[in-house]
């Protein structure tokens, strides 16, 4: 398998070098585990006509088409896995992805790169396409379904009234609104033909069977059991029941006060749309088999750390706020730590999970590029001089943060120094959102790549 941190020689080449060398260690370690790719392919095999998923299996002779349909940050890894096992058994299939790998590799599936965080035009159209393959669907057909976080944005197709360009614009004042992720999906599925379970009940309505593999990035999801029995629970993306409802949509609007920001077409949409306007809310006859979830990336990191001989505890998995404020209180944490060994005495390592968020009220104070995980490191940067051999590396999983292509960043005791050497203002990349041109000028950017997984923020400080 590839090094999923590319650039480690650049990240261990300056700072505190000893601390990079651990955190870089576990990080590594975590995403190799999380591969999707490994995981389906664990649990997936075909013997002859008979398709084995964990503890079920399906006779594929009764199947007059087999369907392959994806989107998300981490389609790549799991539609590959899908199309390798399946081989010339596929009939077709369409993958909608962030970032498209020279290392991607498919038999029958044709790959297209939608926009994230904002939609594109090239996943619109990928749309159109699978809704006509679903509306040429017959009860004989069977279609696999493989969504990741980002399938909101990847997979995008409004309903009739709404265009691609008010989707555009509902997602860029949503994201900068400081709304969480819920309750920016609690809008953006009320607008959708595909999202918040609108292409499963088409796949419904067309009497075709669905199999669903899925990774959860949701605050709050349980961590992952065994991978190989249905889960039942399954719910939110394309493909699920949606746990969001057209009222907590017109709250979000209200309690955000975006009315006056967001389309008027679409607000009025939304206030006045009667019950035939609400998502579907269960699926009992689909198969879901779910991949991973957001605690597991801290769990796996802790097994690392604990096999690296490390003291290791899991702080959150829940972890949300404001991304700069994240950093300076695990600046905060260190300093206590090392001073009065509370809660944990030095050397330890804290890990936390979730989805911090970056509020920008105004695109004209914007003069640079980044995200919530390199401007939580570069905050973390200001105060971390004052606690010798602290390290924090955060990354956005699955490979990119917000509009950079680097998954994150890793700051030390000596970024400050670093920074000032190299004339970084740290202040004024904060101020104006441009942490991603600080970081790679301090050489603190972390670069994989499409990582194979999904689950939104992951931090460790040693």
Not at 92 to 119: C, M, Q, S, W
Not at 120 to 140: F, M, T
Not at 360 to 367: E, F, G, R, S
């Amino acid at each position: 398998m590839q090094e999923k941190i590319r650039n480690r020689d650049i990240l261990l080449s300056h700072g505190d070098t000893e601390s990079r060398r651990i955190v870089l260690d576990i990080t590594e370690k975590t995403l190799r585990r999380l591969d999707a790719r490994e995981r389906i392919k664990s649990i997936m095999k075909l013997d002859g006509d008979t398709l084995h998923i964990g503890i079920k299996e399906w006779d594929l002779s009764k199947k007059k088409n087999i369907y392959l349909l994806g989107a998300g940050k981490a389609c790549n890894h799991m539609a590959m896995a899908v199309d390798e096992v399946l081989g010339d058994r596929l009939t077709r299939g369409i993958a909608i992805v962030k970032i498209a790998e020279e290392t991607d590799v498919f038999n029958k599936t044709e790959v297209y790169v939608g926009g994230h965080p904002l939609p594109n035009e090239e996943g619109y159209r990928a749309c159109r396409i699978i809704l006509d393959i679903v509306d040429h669907a017959s009860p004989d057909d069977l279609f696999i379904v493989v969504i990741s976080g980002g399938s909101s944005a990847l997979m995008s197709c409004p309903i009739d009234g709404v265009s691609l360009d008010d989707e555009i614009a509902v997602t860029d004042v949503m994201l900068k609104s400081g709304a969480n992720i819920f309750e920016i999906n609690a809008i953006r599925r009320h607008i959708s033909q595909m999202n918040g379970g609108m292409l499963a009940k088409r796949i419904e309505t067309r009497g075709a069977e669905l199999i669903g593999f899925g990774i959860s990035d949701a605050v709050a999801s349980p961590p992952t059991g065994d991978i190989g029995v249905p889960y039942a629970k399954y719910r939110g993306t394309p493909m699920g029941p949606d746990q969001t409802t057209l009222e907590e949509a017109r709250r979000v609007i209200r309690d955000y006060d975006v009315a006056d920001r967001l389309p008027k077409n679409v607000v009025d949409y939304i206030m006045n749309v009667g019950p035939e306007g609400e998502t579907p809310k269960a699926f009992p006859n689909n198969t879901y088999f779910l991949i991973n979830t957001l605690p597991d990336s801290c769990r796996y990191a802790k097994e690392a750390a604990l096999e690296m001989g490390l003291d290791a505890h899991i702080l959150t998995s829940f972890l949300e706020g404001e991304s700069r404020d994240v950093g300076s209180v695990f600046a905060s944490l260190a300093r206590e730590i090392q001073t009065y060994g509370n809660p944990f005495r030095a050397p330890c390592v804290l890990l936390a999970s979730g989805e911090a968020t970056t509020k920008i009220l105004d695109n004209n104070a914007i003069t640079g590029h980044g995200g919530p995980s390199q401007e939580e490191t570069l905050s973390f940067a200001l105060a971390a001089d004052k606690t010798k051999g602290a390290c924090l590396l955060s990354i956005d999983s699955e490979g990119t943060d917000g509009t950079t292509p680097v998954a994150g960043g890793i700051t030390d005791s000596q970024s400050y120094k670093t920074a000032l050497e190299k004339n970084v203002d740290i202040y004024a990349a904060l101020r104006g959102h441009a942490s991603y041109e600080a970081l790679k000028k301090m050489g603190d950017a972390v670069f994989t790549g499409n990582t194979g997984t999904n689950l939104c923020d992951f931090n460790v400080m040693y």
